[in-house]
């Protein structure tokens, strides 16, 4: 089985940073895309952005690009999404995720996280 375990969620004072961190186990990330979605509270669930396996080039949502970035350490089986210029609209729980597949929809993605709660204040 896959496991994936999020940390780093927390509450920041709009126009913060913060810093998710996803490791998986169970088996390697190499070979998966590896990404992030998010859901506010009476929402949709919202895409936020992936890494592909295969080339060096990453995807994000309109909403978020420009602030956030996922990065991806296979040696270490962990992903991370760098929140920069945090707004009170990205308030949300939020899910790292993995899957075979190029996608930006929540049905494409295999594993997910637990979800961890960022909050941010204005």
């Known amino acids: 089985q896959v496991q994936l375990v999020e940390s780093g969620g927390g509450l920041v004072q709009a126009g913060g940073s913060l810093r998710l961190s996803c490791a998986a186990a169970?088996?390697?990330?190499?070979?998966?895309?590896l990404g992030w979605f998010r859901q506010a509270p009476g929402k949709e669930r919202e895409f936020v952005g992936y890494?592909?396996?295969?080339?060096?080039?990453?995807y994000y949502a309109d909403s978020v690009k420009g602030r956030f970035t996922i990065s991806r350490d296979n040696a270490k089986n962990t992903w991370y999404l760098q929140m920069n210029s945090l707004k009170p609209e990205d308030t949300a729980v939020y899910y790292c995720v993995a899957g075979e597949v190029f996608t930006t929809s929540a049905g494409g993605y295999r594993y997910w996280g637990q979800g961890t709660q960022v909050t941010v204040s204005s």
């Open positions: 169970g088996r390697t990330v190499t070979s998966y895309n």
């Open positions: 890494s592909r396996w295969d080339i060096e080039r990453t």
